[in-house]
Nanobody
Framework: QVQLVESGGGLVQAGGSLRLSCAAS????????MGWFRQAPGKDREFVAA????????YNPDSVKGRFTISRDNARNTVHLQMNSLKFEDTAVYYC????????????????WGQGTQVTVSS
């Protein structure tokens, strides 16, 4: 397992941008594929982005494709989510997550989770 801490959330206007960060503990960060998920009140946890262990492959659902970009810096044990052209429906608590082996888009395949950071987009 790896310990994860998200940061960078806040209140933004529709059309604005935010950059979320996730700091990981330990020396084995590069052994994990990483993902971002979000959850709004009363809704299921939703896949947002994923990135392979070396950062060579990324995944996004259609809902955020072209607007959100996941990246990682293995030297600093961090993963980021750049969010542009934010919409009201992007409002949620955003979580970073880690998993061993192959990159995945399903939340139940991830092993470790951060505490979440709130993103609120005003309409």
């Amino acid at each position: 397992q790896v310990q994860l801490v998200e940061s960078g959330g806040g209140l933004v206007q529709a059309g604005g941008s935010l950059r979320l960060s996730c700091a990981a503990s330990g020396r084995t960060f590069s052994s994990y594929a990483m993902g971002w998920f979000r959850q709004a009140p009363g809704k299921d946890r939703e896949f947002v982005a994923a990135i392979s262990k070396k950062g060579s492959t990324t995944y996004n659902p259609d809902s955020v494709k072209g607007r959100f970009t996941i990246s990682r810096d293995n030297a600093r044990n961090t993963v980021h989510l750049q969010m542009n052209s934010l919409k009201f429906e992007d409002t949620a608590v955003y979580y970073c997550a880690a998993k061993s082996w192959v990159t995945a888009t399903s939340a139940n395949e991830y092993d470790s989770w951060g505490q979440g950071t709130q993103v609120t987009v005003s309409s």
